[in-house]
């Protein structure tokens, strides 16, 4: 599976942002799909998890609340709606695959990433 994270984008403090993965392949309900983000001089973390059907979801701590994961199975697509941003959340967001049917919320989990895109926060 091919994956193409967009979206990304400058936005103040409090605002929102979409960001979209578009996947190539066959089977794409069978995929596990995650958002991860690395900031500036940091690992990268964990955001937010849906399973294949979209009917279980996880996310980290710090985003819970604010962000919300979805999917279209249809289109082959995985969303990520960040509202209430804050300058913390400024960060490169990959979305990522995996054909285990084990969520998985680290980053060994996912064989498959996609490029990501740069999200800007500022205060």
């Known amino acids: 599976v091919q994956l193409q994270a967009s979206g990304g984008g400058l936005v103040q403090a409090g605002g929102s942002l979409r960001l979209s993965c578009a996947a190539s392949?066959?089977?794409?309900?069978?995929?596990?799909m995650g958002w991860f983000r690395q900031a500036p001089g940091k690992e990268r973390e964990f955001v937010a998890t849906?399973?294949?059907?979209?009917?279980?979801?996880y996310y980290a701590d710090s985003v819970k609340g604010r962000f919300t994961i979805s999917r279209d199975n249809a289109k082959k697509t995985v969303n990520l709606q960040m509202n209430n941003l804050k300058p913390e959340d400024t960060a490169i967001y990959s979305c990522?695959?995996?054909?285990?049917?084990?969520?998985?919320?680290?980053?060994?989990?996912?064989?498959?990433w996609g490029q990501g895109t740069l999200v800007t926060v500022s205060s």
């Open positions: 990522a695959a995996s054909s285990s049917p084990v969520i998985a919320t680290t980053r060994r989990g996912y064989p498959y």
């Open positions: 392949g066959r089977t794409f309900s069978g995929y596990v």
């Open positions: 849906i399973s294949g059907s979209g009917g279980s979801t």
